[in-house]
Structure formats: structure tokens, C-alpha cells
């Protein structure tokens, strides 16, 4: 079974926290720590987390991750 990666990206705020914990409740895995980084463009600090999952179907580049 292939193991699938996305990497959850949103400003600093509390929808980030909810879009993490949401794919920890559909079964995915946290892959090291969370990163910050500021957006001087547009003023903020961004969140960013990898997580990992292992499905049934095979991999194409096509799939909608967030939907696994």
C-alpha cells in the first residue's frame, strides 16, 4: 500500500489547527514538527505541517489528497 504526503499550509490563525486536526481525524499522521514562516507581502506568519497517510488506491499525481 503506497504511504501519500501533503504538507497543510495556512496563516497563522486557528483555521490551521482545525485543517491539521481534521486530517488527524480522517487518519493521517503528523511528519515532524510544525514551521512558521513570515509572509512579508502580505504581513503575516504562515504555518505550514507535513503529514503522511497510507491508502488503498494506487498513487497518481492526479489524486485529491486532502480528500483521502
Known amino acids: 500500500m503506497p504511504t501519500i504526503y501533503r504538507f497543510i499550509t495556512e496563516d497563522d490563525t486557528v483555521q490551521f489547527c482545525h485543517r491539521v486536526s481534521e486530517a488527524l481525524s480522517k487518519g493521517w499522521t ?3 514538527d510544525p514551521s512558521m514562516a513570515f ?3 502580505r504581513g503575516v506568519m ?3 505541517q507535513a503529514v503522511t497517510k497510507v491508502v488503498d488506491a494506487e498513487y497518481h499525481p492526479d489524486m485529491k489528497l486532502g480528500q483521502q
Do not use: F, I, K, V
Open 30 to 32: 503528523l511528519q515532524g
Open 39 to 41: 509572509d512579508a507581502a
Open 46 to 48: 504562515r504555518c505550514g
